[in-house]
């Protein structure tokens, strides 16, 4: 690894911007795209959900990462390399595809998108998580939902210039572009050698018989349930309630994005300054004010200023409940199968995404995007019961 901790933190950063492209692409312009293809919420909703299963499948990707030092070049680093070419090679293919068409051939390019995705991401975890001190793990968190945002609203930016203004294969090759920025900083990476205790041992998986260890991966379903499946319905209600255009939806996602830096920066702070309990419950109030207050404040009479200001709080939201969930499940992983059970914690949060997507997209052609966000806002609750399991190991 880089000895400068600067270098370092870009290195993560870097590798979760281009994640962030594609998340932007997705919550900001794939429903539409879906849409303008004759497609309906619900097949918004399966897509997303499917395309969604690589991640669930991580625990699978890490244990090969543990465990298999690949041509001997290290367990993380040839990893993202592969997750990254197949990344490339896939966002090449979309423009040939024709999604009305060729929906299901069009499911199962996303699927394989999203398995390079999830190859290169949970390797990046298990780096992030063999390299980084404890009481650094908040900030290396902050870093990496961070850079995802900036590649959020770069790709948001970009992508609704581009899709009303060039095309949409202009979308994706940009996109493609996009993936090759953090090969620089990963070719520069040598991984340092694993300590005979740090080695991968079966037995390390029996921490998932303690219950505190499951909290964790239940709470983190519940959070992303909650935060992904609501966005799915935020840029779609901008545009049937104020009518905004592609490159306006652009660039509110974008400063959605900006938001969410925010909300990583002071996920952060907080985690210094606060108790985790405390940073949990201010993020989860958050999630339901500024869920709430989308519901009931975007309408054509209080104007676009509004919701856009509405907007960036949801973002700062969701950036508090990324960083605050994410470094929860840093503090409960074993160093022995590092990626794996930090992918197993993500693979619930990955499940939440999936249900929250699918049942976002139901509710929301049986009763509206206003209900539905209104529901969502309140679901956060759900995970009150897990508390005293969750921070019995704090005051521990």
């Not at 692409?25 to 395309?51: E, K, P, Q, R, W």
């Not at 993380?76 to 423009?95: D, E, F, H, K, N």
């Not at 606060?274 to 009931?296: D, H, Q």
């Amino acid at each position: 690894m880089p000895k400068s901790k600067t270098i370092r933190l870009i290195l993560f950063a870097s590798l979760y911007f281009t994640q962030g492209t594609i998340l932007g692409y997705f919550s900001s312009l794939n429903a539409l795209y879906l849409l303008d293809n004759g497609l309906t919420m619900t097949d918004v909703g399966i897509f997303s959900a499917i395309a969604l299963i690589p991640f669930v499948l991580k625990i699978f990707l890490g244990m090969l990462s543990d465990r298999v030092n690949l041509f001997g070049r290290g367990h993380r680093i040839p990893y993202i390399l592969i997750g990254l070419a197949v990344q490339l090679i896939c966002l090449l293919a979309v423009p040939m595809l024709n999604p009305a068409r060729q929906y299901w051939l069009f499911v199962a390019l996303a699927f394989l998108l999203q398995l390079g995705m999830a190859f290169y991401d949970t390797c990046t975890d298990g780096l992030a998580l063999d390299t980084t001190p404890v009481d650094e793990q908040g900030q290396i968190q902050a870093f990496m939902v961070g850079g995802r945002a900036v590649g959020t609203i770069v790709a948001a930016s970009l992508v609704g210039l581009l899709a009303q203004h060039v095309s949409w294969s202009a979308v994706f090759w940009s996109l493609a572009l996009l993936t090759l920025l953090p090969l620089p900083f990963v070719l520069l990476v040598r991984e340092p050698e694993r300590k005979s205790e740090e080695r991968f041992d079966w037995k390390a998986f029996a921490a998932f018989k303690r219950w505190p260890v499951i909290a964790v991966g239940l709470a983190g379903l519940v959070v992303f349930l909650v935060i992904v499946g609501a966005q799915q319905q935020v840029n779609p209600f901008l545009t049937e309630e104020l009518g905004v255009s592609l490159s306006q939806i652009g660039m509110i996602t974008s400063l959605w994005g900006v938001g969410i830096v925010l909300g990583s920066m002071i996920a952060s702070a907080l985690m210094k300054k606060l108790p985790v309990k405390k940073a949990f419950l201010l993020m989860v109030a958050s999630i339901t004010i500024s869920l709430a207050a989308l519901s009931i404040f975007v309408r054509a009479r209080f104007g676009l200023e509004l919701a856009i200001g509405l907007v960036i709080l949801y973002g700062i939201a969701y950036g508090l409940g990324q960083t605050i969930t994410f470094a929860l499940c840093m503090r409960v992983v074993d160093s022995r199968i590092a990626a794996s059970m930090f992918a197993i914690l993500m693979a619930f949060t990955n499940v939440g995404q999936g249900i929250g997507l699918a049942l976002s997209g139901a509710l929301a052609d049986a009763a509206g995007f206003r209900v539905t966000l209104l529901v969502f806002a309140f679901l956060p609750f759900i995970a009150l019961p897990l508390f005293p399991t969750l921070f019995r190991q704090e005051r521990a």
